[in-house]
């Protein structure tokens, strides 16, 4: 099945519309993403039976549990399974649980299998996401559900001992999946850090880490798009990186006067060449220039001249130009960053 075949009837229509006006790809990619964000901005289908009928029963006389001007909604709430360790503090769709690890069922985690020194926080919102639901459509029965660390809406997991990797699935990187060790993960839609006076990502600021292991080699930091480690590389060192161009363009520009000195040099050949004479069997009396080489000397010579010297002190010029714009921190396009460094 190809690619196309797996959208929605609705996202092929936009595609087959899309291509037809000449919309590039990058058009028709955020054209899609516009269909899927499409949700109602109320949604309560997945209510129980008996708060559907007491939304019913109030339509038009109340506008109680109907979230306006920020008062109490009523929405589907799944019922979130406890352990006895676990003390929550709950508010609708919005959960904090203080307890051991837990990254899914009562099984699960360090928590799970007995450890100690796994304390945890887990702040989610939105649990099961798009999948919420109260009660069993077929049964009537109460949804109950652990920690969903795919499907919840957002979260901020915060534990003392965790397979942080493992919980939210993540791709290994440089940095590996270290088991057991204390970790925050953070997950939702969209994450933002904002600092007013400068974020830092510091890594290796302590001798052991929480679990009493020495840490000797210091860790990096994976920036992984798509959660796709098959083809990471290094970051390039913005300074290192101007030394290195600038040296390049040293030796460009040392081309450039080689051949310069050498077309100089040639056109110098090629004029003796052009007016060499030989002695004749005549009482060794000179001859005249050789009439053939005369036309091509001169065209040579004025080729070297008009053209190929023109061409060499342009190619100076902008090797200049381009070494000033590029690599020093005056130019315009300045291949460092002004606001931005690493190691």
């Known amino acids: 099945m190809s690619e196309f075949d797996q959208k929605t009837p609705e996202e092929q229509q936009a595609i087959i519309e899309a291509q037809e006006k000449g919309l590039s790809p990058t058009e028709q990619i955020e054209l899609l993403r516009g269909l899927r964000v499409r949700k109602d901005a109320v949604d309560r289908t997945k209510l129980s039976r008996r708060r559907k009928r007491y939304l019913e029963k109030t339509e038009g006389e109340s ?9 109490e909604s009523i ?12 003390k929550v503090q709950r508010k609708g769709g919005s959960i904090i649980v203080m307890g051991r690890d837990r990254p899914g069922s009562r099984k699960s985690g360090y928590g799970g299998m007995g450890d100690t020194q796994c304390a945890a926080i887990d702040l989610s919102v939105g649990p099961q996401g798009s999948e919420v639901s109260e009660e069993d459509p077929k049964t009537g029965e109460k949804i109950m559900v652990d920690p969903d660390f795919t499907k919840d809406a957002a979260r901020i997991y915060m534990s003392q001992k965790t397979d942080i990797d493992h919980n939210f699935n993540l791709c ?4 590996g999946c270290p088991p057991a060790k204390s970790a925050v993960g953070i997950k939702a839609d969209g994450v933002r850090m904002i600092g007013r006076e400068g974020i830092k990502l510091v890594t290796s600021t302590d001798n ?3 679990q009493g292991v020495l840490v000797d080699v210091p860790a990096g930091i994976d920036l992984i798009a798509g959660n796709d480690d098959r083809d990471l590389q290094p970051l390039v ?15 460009v520009n040392s081309l450039n006067g080689i051949l310069t000195g050498f077309l100089n040099e040639q056109m110098e050949f090629n004029q003796h060449v052009m007016m060499h004479t030989h002695n004749s069997p005549f ?4 001859t005249l220039p050789s009439v053939p080489l005369v036309a091509p000397s001169m065209k040579a010579m004025s080729r070297n ?15 200049k130009n381009w070494s000033t714009n590029y690599c020093s921190p005056a130019g315009k396009k300045y291949i460092c960053s002004r606001s931005n460094n690493t190691n």
Request: proline fraction near 5%; charged fraction near 25%; include cysteine.
């Open 237 to 251: 060192k913005g300074k290192s990186l101007t030394t290195a161009l600038a040296e390049l363009s040293d030796v």
């Open 305 to 319: 001249l008009m053209t190929h010297l023109r061409d060499c002190a342009a190619n100076k010029a902008t090797l």
């Open 172 to 175: 290994e990187g440089s940095v």
């Open 208 to 210: 052991r880490n929480s």
């Open 283 to 286: 009482f060794g009396a000179p």
């Open 63 to 71: 506008a109680a549990g109907r979230g306006i001007f920020g008062e």
């Open 75 to 86: 929405e589907p709430e799944p019922s979130r399974i406890q352990t006895s360790s676990e």
